[in-house]
């Protein structure tokens, strides 16, 4: 999806909503299957797929703008909370609490040939609370953090996954582009100059309804274009000419 932007190819975005779709509807009672080989699932997913599925439909909102994506962000965490939450509420097992064949269960803080299930985790609750501006998830997420990096600095490998989710919920960026929908200006800028720190919210010129806020709760005027880059709760001036913010964001 991210090269998609970046290159101009639709039909890589197509083809990546595809995908998601095919695993999105293989689910049952609204759980994901772990994997699947015709017809076969074998149920129940690892907190390692939701957090997966749930970056990956923040990423095709990007490139979309379709809502619906983020709803499905919401409920992917929700499972992650129902199943795969610990007791305290501080992180996630890597195993679903009913699991039948599992004697002991691991949190998944470990990378393998994908980041750890705990460090996918983190990113897509920070992205999430980034572009919902949901305050309670916010807190929660400074909390799966701050107890995954504690358990982080005992281990001696394998690691990188969490302290790069932590560095992204230290200072998470959130993009705010008010665009032309025919001739737009700002976005091209914003799609060649990516970052995984960022998450991009892109509205029509004129648009009056489904509006992101701004920290704080603020509505952007979407009178004429202009970009809001923020971070955390501070944003910076707006900036309407697409080649200061080439600049800006290749300062970022």
Same mark, same amino acid.
Request: net charge negative; proline share 7%.
């Given at each position: ?7 101009? /190819?639709? *039909?890589?975005? &197509? #083809?990546?909503?595809? =995908?998601?779709?095919? +695993?999105?509807? @293989? ?79 691991? /949190?998944? *803080?470990?990378? &393998? #040939?994908?980041?750890? =299930?705990?460090?996918? +985790?983190?990113? @897509? ?128």
């Amino acid at each position: 999806t991210e090269a998609g932007r970046a290159l101009k /190819r639709i *039909d890589w975005i &197509e #083809a990546a909503e595809q =995908a998601f779709a095919v +695993i999105a509807s @293989a689910g049952r009672d609204g759980r994901l299957p772990h994997s699947m080989l015709g017809a076969k699932k074998l149920f129940p997913a690892l907190s390692s797929d939701y957090a997966a599925m749930a970056n990956a439909a923040i990423s095709l909102f990007e490139a979309t703008g379709t809502s619906s994506y983020t709803e499905l962000t919401g409920q992917f965490i929700a499972q992650l909370d129902q199943w795969h939450s610990d007791e305290n509420n501080t992180g996630y097992y890597l195993t679903a609490s009913d699991s039948s064949d599992v004697p002991i269960r691991i /949190r998944g *803080d470990v990378d &393998e #040939a994908i980041p750890s =299930a705990t460090g996918q +985790i983190i990113e @897509a609750m920070v992205l999430m609370s980034s572009l919902s501006g949901d305050l309670e998830l916010q807190e929660k997420t400074w909390k799966v953090a701050e107890h995954a990096a504690g358990r982080a600095a005992h281990q001696a490998y394998g690691q990188a996954g969490i302290v790069n989710a932590c560095a992204l919920a230290l200072e998470p960026l959130k993009l705010v582009l008010v665009d032309s929908a025919e001739n737009p200006g700002l976005v091209p800028v914003a799609n060649r100059n990516p970052d995984p720190r960022r998450i991009d919210t892109i509205v029509p010129v004129g648009s009056a309804t489904n509006l992101p806020t701004l920290p704080g709760g603020v509505l952007p005027p979407t009178t004429e274009p202009g970009a809001w880059l923020c971070t955390g709760q501070v944003c910076l001036p707006v900036v309407a000419d697409p080649d200061e913010l080439e600049k800006l964001l290749r300062r970022a």
